[in-house]
């Protein structure tokens, strides 16, 4: 009984030693210490015993259970603290790590220079409109002095759909479409930004799709100075005190006179240099007096009212403003290029 106690506590003390994680170690407690193992047969064995050996193999068998506990707490207790140890290892956070970047969008240089144009406007008290991209060939062509067959529409190559209707090929329609609103009552200061569309091939400086901004005010004695006194101060909010305008005679259906507006260099100064093909100017918009039969057409007494209105390209604009050389820039989606236009 005494040899068969000393070798079962030699057998365990064994096996928990050898007890790779709790899992094999629970296995061991049952094995010895359960209620079917081998120390708790010998302790119901004891009253086959003479009542000399009783006390002393009762002793033994205690003995024996204390030790096999000890020890497997122990290598309990050891192997917890290795299991936390190897979790503490394998999800460390290496503080000093730089920082994965967080990808901020910027909004888009054209959106940018529509945004300034509109506050600079609205800053004179113009409100801002807006017309359909699919056009009638009326608010397109004939409400703007465009009748059919006229050879001023060869100006602008255009995409139709039927015979009627075609995509815009300027936010003009809009002055026409916004003077019917008011059924022929001033005054009316408006300014419009949209897409309009050309059958152009593209190249550096043409794109089939680009951006444009209307601009139209009707009023009794609109005068041309007046045009000239908002560009002036439009040109100077846009690129800078320093600049100057000029007009230049032109012809566009829908005005009369119309001119063209150029804004002095601003690399140069005005004194030529390659930018402004050594004219110290560089072209900025369209624009004239409302021709009265457009007035007219919309509803407009022309005996009454007068006008004034104007349109510019605003990839122009921003390639002007930011030094673009190339249109196609804006729509080819080049995070490196759009994000120089983040604004702070
Ligand atoms: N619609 C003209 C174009 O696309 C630009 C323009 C010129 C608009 C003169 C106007 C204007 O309103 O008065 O070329």
Redesign the pocket.
């Known amino acids: 009984m005494k040899e068969r106690l000393e070798s079962l506590q030699q057998e365990a003390l064994l096996k928990v030693e050898e007890a790779q994680d709790s899992k094999a170690l629970q296995e061991v407690r049952v094995a010895y210490l359960g209620k079917k193992g081998p120390i708790t047969e010998v302790l119901r064995g004891m009253g086959k015993l003479s009542a000399e050996e009783r006390p002393l193999i009762g002793q033994m068998a205690n003995d024996v259970r204390a030790a096999i506990t000890e020890k497997l707490e122990q290598k309990e207790q050891e192997l917890q603290e290795k299991e936390i140890e190897a979790q503490l290892a394998s999800e460390s956070i290496d503080v000093t790590l730089p920082g994965r970047p967080v990808q901020l969008g910027a909004s888009h240089p054209l959106t940018n220079i529509v945004e300034q144009v509109e506050d600079i406007f609205i800053g004179m008290g113009f409100e801002v409109e807006e017309g359909p991209e699919v056009e009638t060939d009326y608010y397109n062509f004939e409400a703007l002095n465009l009748p059919k067959d006229h050879p001023a529409r060869d ?2 190559d255009s995409f139709y759909f039927t015979n009627e209707l075609l995509l815009r ?4 329609p809009v ?1 026409a479409r916004t003077m019917e609103k008011y059924q022929g009552k001033g005054p009316l200061k408006i300014i419009c930004p949209g897409k ?1 569309f050309r059958r152009d091939d593209d190249d550096a400086t043409h794109s089939h799709q680009f951006m ?1 901004i ?3 005010y009707v009023d009794e004695n609109v005068r041309m100075s007046d045009l000239k006194g908002v560009l002036e101060l439009f040109a100077k909010k846009m690129f800078g005190e320093d600049r100057n305008i000029r007009l230049r005679p032109s012809f ?1 259906p ?2 009369e006179p ?1 001119v063209e507006v150029d804004v002095s260099c601003g690399i140069c100064k005005g004194q030529g240099c390659r930018i402004c093909k050594h004219t110290g100017w560089i072209e900025i ?4 007096m ?1 021709h009265p039969r457009v007035l007219e057409m919309s509803g407009f007494d022309s005996k009454k009212y007068s006008g ?5 390209g605003v990839e122009r604009l921003a390639m002007l403003k930011h030094d673009i050389d190339d249109i196609r820039h804006f729509y080819t989606n080049d995070l490196r290029f759009l994000q120089q236009f983040r604004r702070a």
């Open positions: 100006m602008q090929t300027q936010t003009s002055q309009v444009q209307e601009g139209l566009f829908f005005t119309s918009l369209g624009a004239g409302v004034f209105a104007f349109g510019m």
